[in-house]
């Protein structure tokens, strides 16, 4: 029964992903987010973090995991409140739309 | 698929939510990974510090936000006060009216052409140059024609005699000189001789600034002396646009030889005549009366020193009378074409004497004449 309604999540959001990269909904929320971070300075503020990260571990030693790692946290408590209204509400209307179908 | 949209709607809120933020996280993920992959690829390939500058010359480049400042902490508006300083005139002209004031006093365009070249004109009457003497360089000009002649001094002649007599120098003459399209020019010289004024070249001459104003002499402000010495040199006939004497030569293609001969007529009296004499002569209208009294004249005037034969040229004495005479009759021509013509000067007055009196009996000499006898 649970194992049943764990795989039935699963099977839903798998569904939902799925209409989104269909419709094209997702390039256009990740297109959004981007431009609005660069508009608030969020990709400024990442950037000044990065070089201090590099400069501590040396040029030479940077690795992609070494920088998400260091990056990603930071950079997702970065992301203004306004951003994250705008988007979660774009989300929600596309649910809303394709649930009710 | 159909089944999995039907358990879709069967979510609550709660769920949706959850589904929301992980969209949302996924996103940003996505973002953060991106902006990760850009900063490795510029480490690795050397560009990643390249905007960096040290923080001293960063200062040198801080934004200026001060009032009365641009950014880059200059005065913006200093440009206001300048001054220029015209290199013709020397004034000091604000820089924006520098440019029409320029074209103004250079004499660029039209208008200021014409203003600048009369003052030219001007200060080159002052010098009184006599370079140009021999200035030919209007000899093919297409305004002087022969075959003119006839009708334009007939038109002339209309024309004139009713205008007002004015004194020489009265201040309305320069009024009255605009009027009948140049023919008017008997009032700004005398009012006793018609024929003083070129007839031929000028009368159909369409461009009035063409030659008149860099060559001609105002002659109301020359004394007697300057006067002859002038008339025995040069053309010395007075144009009608410019109301300014001729200074080419005698021989000058400008004008003919009888309006050379009547503005020396009217300025020294009937002796003094061109030198040479010769195109005149096939007038019809010879009388000899008034030839054998010019004669007499010239035989009591035979001693005057202002003679064209002191000039230099070539011809002397022995053609005044004939010069005398076909002036003369030449005027009498002009005179039976108009009976009323009454103000005729020297000669004509002599000649026409004995057929009617003239109405303001014309001195047969002007007064400079009187001087030198």
Redesign the interface.
Known sequence: MVVSKMN?DA???A???QK?IETGE?ER??EL??AK?IECGW?DQ??AH??EV?KEKG?EH???DD??AE??PK??AL?PDSV?KE??QR??TF??Q???? | MKMEEMSLSGLDNSKLEAIAQEIYADLVEDSCLGFCFEVHRAVKCGYFFLDDTDPDSMKDFEIVDQPGLDIFGQVFNQWKSKECVCPNCSRSIAASRFAPHLEKCLGMGRNSSRIANRRIANSNNMNKSESDQEDNDDINDNDWSYGSEKKAKKRKSDKLWYLPFQNPNSPRRSKSLKHKNGFSVCTSASNTLPLLFSSSGELSNSDPFKYSHSTGISYETLGPEELRSLLTTQCGVISEHTKKMCTRSLRCPQHTDEQRRTVRIYFLGPSAVLPEVDSALDDGGFDMADSQALLSRLQWDGSSDLSPSDSGSSKTSENQGWGLGTNSSESRKTKKKKSHLSLVGATSALGSSKKKKPKPPAPPTPSIYDDIN
């Open positions: 039935k099977q839903m959001r569904a939902i992903n989104l997702r929320l990740k987010l981007r971070l990709k990442l950037k990065c070089k590099i040029l940077v690795t992609v920088l998400v990056i990603t950079g997702r992301v994250k988007l979660l989300i929600r649910l809303a394709h649930a009710s179908l």
